[in-house]
C-alpha cells in the first residue's frame, strides 16, 4: 500500500499526479487527509481523501509514503505526528519515502539526506541537511525519491511507478499518456 498524505496548501498536482498514475499501475493507493477527510489545496481546489490521519495504520502492508509539496501544505505536513511517525516507520522498515518540492525540507529537518543525493523547489536548498543537493528534476538515492516541483510531478510520479512496478510498466504508462 502506498499512503499520500495530504494537508491544507498542498500543490493539487504534486499530491494527485502520483494518486493518478500509481493507480492506473493498479497499484494499492491510499490518499490521507491531515485533521480533515476534505483538504483544500493551495489553489483553493478541494479533494476528498479515502481516510484521515487518524485512521492510518502502520504495519507490513506500507510499501511507500509520498509527501507532495506545496506551502502551506508542506509545513501542515511536517508539523503532523502522523506524517512524523509514518517516516519513522519507513525508515526503521526499510520502506520507499517519495517527497515532492518542499517537502524534502521535512526529511532534511530529521536528518535523513545526510550524505544522500537530493533535489528540491529552489530555495529550499538549505534545508535539505547534509544532502548533496542536485538541480536534477527527480532523485532517487536508496528508499528516498525527491523531486523540485509542479512541473517535475509527471516525471516524478513516473518514477514512483517504475520503482512500485517495472520500467517497463512506467515506460507503458508514459507512451499512453502521450509523455513522450
Keep these: 500500500m502506498i499512503y499520500v498524505f495530504i494537508a491544507n496548501g498542498f500543490e493539487e498536482v504534486e499530491a494527485l499526479t502520483p494518486v493518478n498514475l500509481l493507480r492506473r499501475c493498479e497499484l494499492d493507493v491510499v490518499t490521507v487527509g491531515i485533521d480533515s477527510q476534505v483538504v483544500k489545496g493551495s489553489h483553493g481546489i478541494s479533494v476528498l481523501t479515502d481516510i484521515d490521519d487518524k485512521q492510518v495504520t502502520l504495519n507490513d502492508?506500507?510499501?511507500?509514503?509520498?509527501?507532495?509539496?506545496?506551502?502551506?501544505?508542506?509545513?501542515?505536513?511536517?508539523?503532523?505526528?502522523?506524517?512524523?511517525?509514518?517516516?519513522?516507520?519507513?525508515?526503521?522498515?526499510?520502506?520507499?519515502?517519495?517527497?515532492?518540492?518542499?517537502?524534502?525540507?521535512?526529511?532534511?529537518?530529521?536528518?535523513?539526506?545526510?550524505?544522500?543525493?537530493?533535489?528540491?523547489?529552489?530555495?529550499?536548498?538549505?534545508?535539505?541537511?547534509?544532502?548533496?543537493?542536485?538541480?536534477?528534476?527527480?532523485?532517487?538515492?536508496?528508499?528516498?525519491?525527491?523531486?523540485?516541483?509542479?512541473?517535475?510531478?509527471?516525471?516524478?510520479?513516473?518514477?514512483?511507478?517504475?520503482?512500485?512496478?517495472?520500467k517497463e510498466r512506467a515506460k507503458t504508462l508514459e507512451e499512453s499518456l502521450q509523455c513522450n
Design 61 to 166: 502492508s506500507v510499501d511507500m509514503i509520498v509527501l507532495p509539496g506545496g506551502m502551506p501544505g508542506t509545513l501542515n505536513l511536517e508539523n503532523n505526528s502522523t506524517v512524523q511517525n509514518a517516516i519513522d516507520f519507513c525508515v526503521k522498515n526499510n520502506k520507499y519515502i517519495a517527497a515532492i518540492c518542499a517537502a524534502p525540507s521535512i526529511l532534511g529537518h530529521k536528518n535523513l539526506l545526510n550524505g544522500k543525493n537530493a533535489t528540491c523547489f529552489p530555495g529550499f536548498e538549505e534545508q535539505l541537511l547534509g544532502a548533496k543537493y542536485s538541480e536534477d528534476l527527480v532523485i532517487v538515492d536508496e528508499k528516498i525519491i525527491t523531486a523540485k516541483g509542479a512541473g517535475a510531478a509527471m516525471k516524478f510520479s513516473l518514477k514512483l511507478c517504475e520503482i512500485m512496478t517495472s
